[in-house]
Nanobody
Framework: VQLQASGGGLVQTGGSLRLSCEAS???????MGWYRQVPGKQRELVAE???????KYADSVKGRFTISRVNARNTVYLQMNSLRPEDTAVYYC????????????WGQGTQVTVSS
């Protein structure tokens, strides 16, 4: 499985960005999600969505971010609204099997910077 992410950039506080990630390979059953990481800290879950549409969000982004996926396109999106400086991070797309935790794949990461 290969993941191609896009959509990061620089935005002011309160602005919006939309991240996209397309998966290739046999990932139709996988949970797809977004994680983020800042230097010196562990990578953390932002949001994830199952093929059936079950969604999990980090508490810090609830009400501001929306994750969605188009199964026919093997693509997951993250709409980020009301961005804050603390959302600044490298965002990584992830695709993982719900049956085998060893089958977890990462995209290349895309920088999101929110200026105050």
């Amino acid at each position: 499985v290969q993941l191609q992410a896009s959509g990061g950039g620089l935005v002011q506080t309160g602005g919006s960005l939309r991240l996209s990630c397309e998966a290739s390979g046999d990932s139709r059953m996988n949970i797809m999600g977004w994680y983020r990481q800042v230097p010196g800290k562990q990578r953390e879950l932002v949001a994830e969505i199952t093929r059936g549409g079950t969604i999990k969000y980090a508490d810090s982004v609830k009400g501001r971010f929306t994750i969605s996926r188009v199964n026919a396109r093997n693509t997951v999106y993250l709409q980020m609204n009301s961005l804050r400086p603390e959302d600044t991070a490298v965002y990584y797309c992830n695709s993982k099997s719900p049956f085998d935790s060893r089958r977890s794949y990462w995209g290349q990461g895309t920088q999101v910077t929110v200026s105050s």
